[in-house]
């Protein structure tokens, strides 16, 4: 049987987010999507409050994925002690609260999504992500195994892609917002696409205002980020496994206007 999975690209701000509420369920109906997987880290445009997660779970997705932004909002470190179904890269440090690997209990069998950040140009300070990988996947026992590897270098997350092809189901990259046309089966068998793009305003520099974003390179004096307003897009890629070998038997971007 043929398991599908919806993974969909960091939801920014109050338009991406109003777009999730509204159009996530359709999406689902249409796709016959079995699982979806959400980014959140830029639902507060940077960070995510834990009624925002709440938002996203209510509108339909199974499970939230973060990435640098993660610990931008303070409110959201004892809601992810609390709430398995959001989690933040696994790879941050051990004290840190939270989880980065969630297994989920589906009529399809168990799913297993692990959250994890890259270093090159992101952020130095946490463990190798491909090392802590391994070693959380020593104890998972699902077939179908979806990793959000967030991170800023296409070739880090292609090198994920292939280091992972035949051990998961799918890795997607986010981060980046700009969602790459290289969505493929990898010779092992894992689905993979470098970047699922974004979910939020569809005239912007990945989310931000245009004015306010070349005003930065122009070399402004440095001000809060602001979201540009909607209309808003989707962006992600679905996922359609095989539920008895986790393989990926098919794999394509999605957008949405
Ligand atoms: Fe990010
Ligand atoms: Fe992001």
């Known amino acids: 049987m043929a398991y599908?999975?919806?993974?969909?690209?960091?939801?920014?701000?109050?338009?991406?987010?109003?777009?999730?509420?509204?159009?996530?369920?359709?999406?689902?109906?249409?796709?016959?999507?079995?699982?979806?997987?959400?980014?959140?880290e830029n639902a507060n445009v940077v960070g995510v409050t834990p009624r925002q997660a709440d938002a996203i779970l209510k509108a339909g997705a199974d499970c939230v994925t973060l990435g640098n932004h993660t610990w931008t909002r303070w409110e959201i470190q004892p809601y992810l002690d609390e709430e398995p179904r959001v989690l933040r890269p696994a790879n941050y440090a051990p004290q840190c609260p939270g989880r980065?690997?969630?297994?989920?209990?589906?009529?399809?069998?168990?799913?297993?999504?692990?959250?994890?950040?890259?270093?090159f140009t992101l952020d130095p300070n946490t463990d190798s992500p491909f090392l802590t990988v391994d070693a959380l996947l020593e104890d998972v026992q699902a077939k179908m195994i979806l990793v959000d590897f967030h991170a800023e270098a296409t070739s880090e997350k292609i090198a994920m892609g292939y280091y992972l092809d035949g051990r998961v189901s799918a890795v997607w990259g986010t981060h980046t917002h700009?969602?790459?046309?290289?969505?493929?089966?990898?010779?092992?068998?894992?689905?993979?696409?470098?970047?699922?793009?974004?979910?939020?305003?569809?005239?912007?520099?990945i989310g931000i205002k245009p004015e306010q974003s070349i005003g930065k390179f122009l070399g402004d004096v440095p001000r809060r980020y602001e979201c540009a307003p909607g209309p808003a897009k989707l962006e992600g890629a679905l996922f359609t496994l095989d539920e008895k070998s986790g393989k990926c038997l098919e794999v394509r971007a999605v957008r949405y206007k």
């Open 100 to 119: 980065g690997l969630a297994v989920f209990d589906t009529p399809a069998g168990e799913v297993a999504v692990i959250n994890l950040i890259g270093r």
């Open 4 to 40: 599908r999975v919806l993974a969909v690209g960091d939801t920014v701000g109050s338009p991406g987010l109003e777009y999730i509420q509204r159009r996530l369920g359709a999406i689902r109906r249409e796709l016959n999507a079995d699982f979806i997987c959400v980014n959140g």
């Open 178 to 205: 700009v969602q790459t046309s290289d969505a493929r089966i990898l010779p092992k068998g894992t689905g993979c696409i470098t970047d699922l793009g974004m979910t939020g305003p569809a005239e912007s520099v």
